[in-house]
């Protein structure tokens, strides 16, 4: 995709044990032993190959029995949160061709039934955080000695942390509380962000970071392109923290709010939230940004422009990293709908107290004989006690064949049909922000019941972007992911020998199932981490769906280049894959450890493979 700034910037040359130290606590993870006093700066290689040299496997399947690793140096030990066990597994990866499970960190000694979800080490220090039994109740973040596992301290923080990392100096844990509802969204705690100062690691103070200060500025917000939707939300509640990136100088964070398509800014120091900055939405209409948006159009690779189409980044990881003094945002621009109240039947039989869903599928939101026909399946009772059905506008959508009062052939499974899009944007408002009625033959109507949609918002942008540090995207991998994965030159597993087009978006749980991700998230970029080589950055992106890991070197953040890809899956064809015979499935956490820290004197890439309960350990094999 063409970059959106105008020059490439001169890229500051860093020393590699100075910002390694940086990006490794940006992305949550990584050892942390002090930099030298004189560094010395490492060979920049041209390119990369990633090389699978080891793993563990738990033995457990489809239960998130891999998933967030962090790296502990001096120790030589991984920390993989093992959520089927509600707690961390502990590998020595002395040899890591090897890992050998040693131990596990069991955070209910904490907290009665609690379960961690992330993890981060800093200079033998484990960080973790830890949903309570009830996850709209306050957590906690605990510190361990990485070398012993013996437990150092506890703090009480905000409800459902899902993310912790330390900020690159060392001196604080910074902790997402995502702030989740109830399923049937009777309760909704507020989210917000844990700035926890751990100078003395037995007596953490904690100050919160809320957004409370933003609650009577929904409208305003809403107009910027921040989306606030959840039933009688008011800005904090709504506000759901998912993933921290730290500057170099530790003195500010940012914070993706996933279902929010936003990042708050942080300024550590005061703990508080100075900005919400809404990301946009990515244009399917236009060259450059296609996507393949039916999984039932005869299992055909179908990549094309869809005008009328907007891509919700709504991303999940992020990392930062330092060129020219600025500093650049990564994400991995998954997409995440609302969907609560799923199994509740009180919910999907008409009771709107019960739960929120805001996906559907574009063939049931705007069949011209409306959307009674799907009540008691999966028609959410807020949309439809808002109206009758709904329609395309022609004006948009004619292209696919859409009339006034008949969306006709947008509807069909091969187009639009199977797209699941938020019912929740997209139709056309009156100037008080209320719904504009149309008849069912598609004319403005105020006594109408028909909403018309003149825009239709799906999930993620099956990219990823580089953003500035004030929310401007830089760049964004457009649709490159998917036209790679459909190309002559992506290969599968572990010897490289499979098309990467036979199994073109496929599910990571689903065997020869071709396509099949194609009306959700495609490939569904999740993980990402970042390593410095020399004076070269690489991201490193974790592919949840598809499965693998492609690299790019993001140097110059208006112009990365795609460098690898490694997918480990061998068995594409058993439904559902074999544990024995697949290999990797649905990579999570990523975690980069530099040369001078590896076990094996060679930079490694980690990653915690959430449906096959693997952790794989990759070695980066340099090119000069």
């Known amino acids: 995709m063409r970059p959106l700034l105008p020059s490439t910037p001169t890229t500051r040359l860093f020393t590699a044990s100075l910002l390694m130290t940086a990006v490794l606590a940006a992305c949550g993870g990584g050892s942390d032993a002090p930099a030298p006093t004189t560094p010395t700066p490492e060979a920049t290689p ?72 992330s993890v981060a080490v800093h200079n033998g220090i484990v960080a973790v955080a830890i949903q309570a039994p009830v996850k709209t109740d306050t957590g906690r973040m605990a510190l361990y000695r990485a070398s012993d596992l013996s437990l150092i301290s506890s703090v009480t923080i905000g409800a459902l942390p899902d993310m912790v990392t330390f900020t690159p100096d060392g001196n604080t844990v910074l902790v997402a509380n995502e702030g989740e509802p109830s399923d049937d969204y009777q309760v909704d705690p507020e989210g917000s962000v844990s700035i926890i100062d751990v100078r003395n690691p037995a007596a953490p103070v904690v100050r919160t970071a809320t957004f409370t200060a933003f609650n009577g500025q929904e409208a305003t917000l809403r107009a910027a392109g921040v989306r606030i939707y959840g039933p009688n939300a008011t800005a904090a509640k709504d506000f759901e923290p ?30 508080t939230v100075t900005d919400v900055l809404p990301l946009g939405y990515k244009d399917h209409g236009v060259a450059g940004n296609e996507l393949d948006a039916s999984d039932t159009d005869g299992g055909t690779i179908n990549i094309k422009t869809w005008p009328g189409v907007r891509g919700m980044y709504l991303p999940d990881a992020m990392a930062s990293y330092t060129v020219g003094g600025a500093t650049y945002l990564v994400t991995a621009n998954e997409g995440d709908a609302r969907a609560w109240g799923e199994d509740n039947a009180a919910y999907w039989g008409g009771d709107a107290t019960k739960g929120f869903v805001e996906e559907f599928r574009v063939k049931h939101l705007v069949n011209k004989n409306g959307w009674a026909g ?4 999966d028609l959410p009772p807020q949309l439809n006690a808002m109206a009758a059905g709904g329609l395309l506008d022609p004006a948009t959508f ?50 109408g019941n028909r909403l018309m949609y003149d825009q239709l918002y799906s999930y993620g942008a099956r990219s990823f972007s580089i953003w500035n540090a004030n929310g401007g995207l830089v760049w964004d991998s457009g649709a490159e992911i998917e036209k790679f994965l459909a190309s002559s030159d992506c290969k599968l597993g572990r010897d490289r020998s499979i098309p990467c087009a036979t199994y073109f978006n496929s599910g990571h749980d689903e065997g020869n199932a071709k396509d099949s991700r194609s009306d959700a998230k495609g490939p569904e970029p999740e993980g990402i ?81 959430e449906v096959s309960g693997t952790t794989s350990v990759m070695q980066l094999n340099l090119m000069y």
């Open 529 to 609: 981490a970042l390593g410095q080589i020399g004076t070269k950055t690489f991201a490193f992106i974790g592919l949840e769906r598809m499965g693998g890991v492609l690299v790019y070197d993001i140097t110059s953040p208006t112009a990365p280049k795609r460098v690898d890809y490694l997918n480990t899956r061998d068995e594409w064809v058993t439904n559902p894959p074999s544990l024995a015979t697949a290999g990797d499935l649905g990579p999570e956490g990523l975690v980069f450890i530099p040369a001078a820290r590896s076990p094996n004197g060679k930079p490694l890439l980690v990653v915690g493979n």
């Open 398 to 447: 004619g292209y696919c064949g859409a009339i006034a009062g008949d969306p006709m052939g947008c509807r069909a499974d091969a187009a639009l049909g199977r797209l699941n899009i938020s019912w929740t944007m997209g139709y056309r408002t009156n100037p008080d922000g209320s719904p504009m009625m149309f008849s069912a033959a598609g004319v403005a109507d105020p006594l």
């Open 242 to 271: 998912e993933y921290i990136a730290v500057s170099a100088d530790s003195k500010t964070a940012w914070v993706t709010l996933q279902e929010n398509n936003a990042m708050a800014k942080v300024d550590i120091a005061t703990a």
């Open 374 to 377: 799907r009540a008691g399946d």
């Open 46 to 117: 041209v390119s990369l190959k990633l090389e699978k040299i080891g793993g563990y496997s738990t033995g457990q399947f489809g239960v998130s029995a891999a998933e967030i690793p962090a790296f502990d140096a001096a120790s030589k030990r991984l920390f993989v949160v093992n959520a089927q066990l509600g707690a961390v597994d502990v590998l020595n990866l002395t040899n890591p061709a090897n890992p050998v499970k040693i131990g596990v960190i069991d955070a209910t000694a904490v907290l009665a039934g609690a379960e961690i979800n």
